[in-house]
């Protein structure tokens, strides 16, 4: 029999990451790696793949782990493209808790099996997510609850880490209601149940139709919603209005790519750009204090999540980012 989540090291380990947040600003919060940007899938909304690269070596992705540590990151998450395509991917969790950064996995699922489970398990994986996107598969997405229903079973039998699943309305998904059966069949599984609003090619914001709205509001009612439902920033997006916040992308999140630079998040390629390598705690507090044009209409939760302790503090001034510079 597996061990379940240990609910209370894990409620521990959030509240002991809040805190070193709200007591140094200089450091990373959240972290999106990239060790493998190929993918089996090509979900017709998702600009974050390619089907040819390579994985990056596993000596890198160590390099890039320690320096993610240098700087006092708390929560590393791999990403993709399709993480568990890297062959060494056991490898990689290893060396994020040898630091003891918490540890991520945002998967598609096809690859979760027992023995991959439980390597996970072994290898001291702590939340995993699976985005998905509709109930049978069509031509905008095969991350679908029949084709993974198996898995999700596998991993309410072996997974000793968190769970969520997240059901999705927006970008092109056909039934809205195909949201609220996957909210369901997560939650008779006994998974944390999220909702996440599609994002368009720009990562901004496409407001919901009548019929969206009303799926994404029996999410809501059937488990836990996450972390920014809770502070209404997916709840204006649903009824297409934007929010005001100080997104502390590329100091508070990071996101690194298969290249191994720092950008802003997955939809903001380029900014800054900076080799992971080379990247200081003056880069940090430069891009802490540095206003995001985009923010407004930004759809990309993990940022806001990471950001939000910040949110009573420290106005971001271009003028003060320039003084820093």
């Known amino acids: 029999m597996k061990k379940k989540p240990n609910s209370l090291k894990q409620k521990f380990r959030e509240a002991k990451m809040v805190i070193d947040g709200v007591l140094d600003r200089r450091h990373p919060v959240l972290v999106h790696i990239v060790p493998m940007r190929r993918c089996n899938l090509a979900c ?8 040819v690269s390579k994985p990056v070596p596993i000596d890198e992705m160590i390099r890039r782990i320690d320096k993610l540590a240098e700087l006092g990151s708390s929560v590393v998450a791999c990403s993709g493209g399709e993480p568990m395509m890297h062959p060494e991917i056991f490898d990689i969790y290893k060396r994020i808790r040898h630091h003891g950064m918490m540890s991520g996995l945002i998967t598609n699922g096809y690859y979760l099996n027992k023995e991959r489970i439980q390597k996970l398990n072994d290898a001291g994986l702590q939340y995993l997510q699976i985005s998905i996107d509709n109930v049978t598969p069509d031509e905008v997405s095969q991350k ?4 993974l229903d198996r898995r999700l079973q596998d991993l309410a039998q072996y997974a000793e880490f968190a769970v969520s699943i997240n059901s999705v309305i927006g970008g092109g998904i056909k039934d809205p209601q195909d949201a609220v059966q996957v909210a369901k069949r ?3 599984l006994g998974f944390a149940v999220s909702c996440g609003i599609i994002h368009d ?3 901004t914001l496409k407001p919901l139709s009548d019929v969206e709205a009303t799926a994404y509001n029996e999410v809501k009612r059937i488990g836990k919603v996450g972390y920014s439902m809770i502070h209404g920033f997916q709840e204006n997006l649903a009824n297409g209005k934007a929010n005001d ?3 502390r992308a590329g100091a508070r999140y990071l996101y690194i790519c298969e290249d191994g630079l720092v ?12 080799p992971l390598a080379a990247y200081t705690k003056d880069d940090i507090w430069r891009e802490y204090n ?4 985009c923010a407004p209409l930004c ?8 950001s939000h302790m910040d949110f009573w503090r420290d106005p971001q001034d271009q003028n003060l980012v320039s003084s820093i510079a």
């Not at 017709?44 to 089907?51: F, H, P, Q, R, V």
């Open 290 to 293: 540095t206003p995001k044009p």
């Open 263 to 274: 950008h802003y998040c997955s939809q903001q390629r380029g900014t800054p750009g900076t």
């Open 44 to 51: 017709a909304y998702c600009n974050e793949y390619d089907d």
């Open 245 to 247: 916040w100080k997104c």
């Open 201 to 203: 090619g720009h990562g």
């Open 144 to 147: 679908s609850l029949k084709v």
């Open 299 to 306: 759809t990309i939760a993990c940022v806001h999540r990471a």
């Open 186 to 188: 997560a939650n008779e």
